[in-house]
T-cell receptor
Framework: ETGVTQSPTHLIKTRGQQVTLRCSSQSGHNTVSWYQQALGQGPQFIFQ???????GRGNFPPRFSGLQFPNYSSELNVNALELDDSALYLCASSLLDIQYFGAGTRLSVL | QKEVEQNSGPLSVPEGAIASLNCTYSDRGSQSFFWYRQYSGKSPELIMSIYSNGDKEDGRFTAQLNKASQYVSLLIRDSQPSDSATYLC?????????????FGQGTILTVHP
């Protein structure tokens, strides 16, 4: 157990809809990173939040957005869902250099 | 060229053997290197981190780093069926203000009894 919790565990949406995924960091961790993992691939970095500010972004379009709250929990929002957004979405929290992953949210876009 | 590349799998070894997993990276300024294990349908869990050239041992696991060759490896001694999983190599670049990890595509390891 890493102490990082994500909700929901599974989600089914249709193309064009919007989705919000949530992440609760391990206690004391002020940095949250989000990754997308397609089937059979390694995780791809979406963005990172440090003390409520976006602190870096990967090669994802603006319809992927996020928030970090004062308690360091975080949300990932995806607008205008596309079929290719179907993936496992992972949240990782960190204090220094080690990132600890939550169990992920499996998103299916139909 | 992919930023982080792992040896193509799947890799199959008998129980008790040494499993060798390899990873190369393209960014010469990379500072931190990690091996994660991911069981099917689960999230990645950290096995080892390594920051300096040489070997780092933790139980049955040994990570090796060679920054000149831009190469990092993971050896698993006395492999067990419970080691069967996908192993992900992850690299954090230097010179950035944030901790983006770049992952390889993973190597599937199967340890057969």
């Amino acid at each position: 157990e890493t102490g990082v919790t994500q909700s929901p565990t599974h989600l089914i949406k249709t193309r064009g809809q919007q989705v919000t995924l949530r992440c609760s960091s391990q206690s004391g961790h002020n940095t949250v990173s989000w990754y997308q993992q397609a089937l059979g691939q390694g995780p791809q970095f979406i963005f990172q939040y440090y003390r409520e500010e976006e602190n870096g972004r990967g090669n994802f379009p603006p319809r992927f957005s996020g928030l970090q709250f004062p308690n360091y929990s975080s949300e990932l929002n995806v607008n205008a869902l596309e079929l290719d957004d179907s993936a496992l979405y992972l949240c990782a929290s960190s204090l220094l250099d080690i990132q600890y992953f939550g169990a992920g949210t499996r998103l299916s876009v139909l | 060229q992919k930023e982080v590349e792992q040896n193509s799998g799947p890799l199959s070894v008998p129980e008790g053997a040494i499993a060798s997993l390899n990873c190369t990276y393209s960014d010469r300024g990379s500072q931190s290197f990690f091996w994660y294990r991911q069981y099917s349908g689960k999230s990645p869990e950290l096995i080892m981190s390594i920051y300096s050239n040489g070997d780092k041992e933790d139980g049955r696991f040994t990570a090796q780093l060679n920054k000149a060759s831009q190469y990092v490896s993971l050896l698993i001694r006395d492999s067990q069926p419970s080691d069967s999983a996908t192993y992900l190599c992850a690299v954090r670049a230097g010179g950035t203000s944030y901790g983006k990890l770049t992952f390889g595509q993973g190597t599937i390891l199967t340890v057969h009894p």
